[in-house]
Structure formats: structure tokens, C-alpha cells
Nanobody
Framework: VKLAESGGGLVQPGGSLTLSCEVS????????LGWYRQTSGKKREVASI??????KYGVSVQGRFIVSRDNDKNTITLQMNSLKPEDTAVYYC?????????WGQGTQVTVSS
């Protein structure tokens, strides 16, 4: 099983960026999917998670980020709008179930002028 993130990069404050995560090796149908982020010296935190049709967001990204998943394509995306410098972090894709827990390698997002 492999999770591969893409779409990270440098963006100016107020800009937008879309992250994608492609899962290979297993179907995503029966799993929860989500995006986490981590900055140096801080604990990894939830950006957004999906469980079936339910979508949840971290308080700091609520109203600015939009998560979507496509089980047919085995993908999850995170549309990030109105980005702030404090959104700078490494973003990780995660897929988990009753006994499985998979993580991607992460993609760097830097918000700076």
C-alpha cells in the first residue's frame, strides 16, 4: 500500500493551493481518509478527515479548506484557500481502518510573501 501526495509548494498569503493524494495497492472504499499537518517542533494535527460522507475540519482551517475524496480513483484532495503564513507545514495524507494505518511521505506547503 502506498500513499503519494502531490501539489505542495510556495504560495503567497491569501492564495490557494490544492493537494492530492493517490492511494495504490488497496481500495479506499472501507477506509477513513484524511490530511494532517506538522510544523517543526509541534505535534502533528488534523487538517481534515473524511469518514464515508462525513467531513470534519480542524478549527484553524474551518471555512478555508475543502476536502474531497473519490473512491473510484482512490484519491483524496485538499483545496486550501485564503492561505496564511501559519498554514506553512508538511502535509501528510493518512488512510486508516480497524487494524491498518497508512501514511504518505508528506508534501511541504510554504505560505510566504
Amino acid at each position: 500500500v502506498k500513499l503519494a501526495e502531490s501539489g505542495g509548494g510556495l504560495v503567497q498569503p491569501g492564495g490557494s493551493l490544492t493537494l492530492s493524494c493517490e492511494v495504490s495497492g488497496i481500495s479506499t472504499n472501507l477506509y477513513d481518509l484524511g490530511w494532517y499537518r506538522q510544523t517543526s517542533g509541534k505535534k502533528r494535527e488534523v487538517a481534515s478527515i473524511t469518514r464515508g460522507l462525513v467531513k470534519k475540519y480542524g478549527v484553524s482551517v474551518q471555512g478555508r479548506f475543502i476536502v474531497s475524496r473519490d473512491n473510484d480513483k482512490n484519491t483524496i484532495t485538499l483545496q486550501m484557500n485564503s492561505l496564511k503564513p501559519e498554514d506553512t507545514a508538511v502535509y501528510y495524507c493518512r488512510m486508516w481502518g480497524w487494524s491498518d494505518d497508512y501514511w504518505g511521505q508528506g508534501t511541504q506547503v510554504t505560505v510566504s510573501s
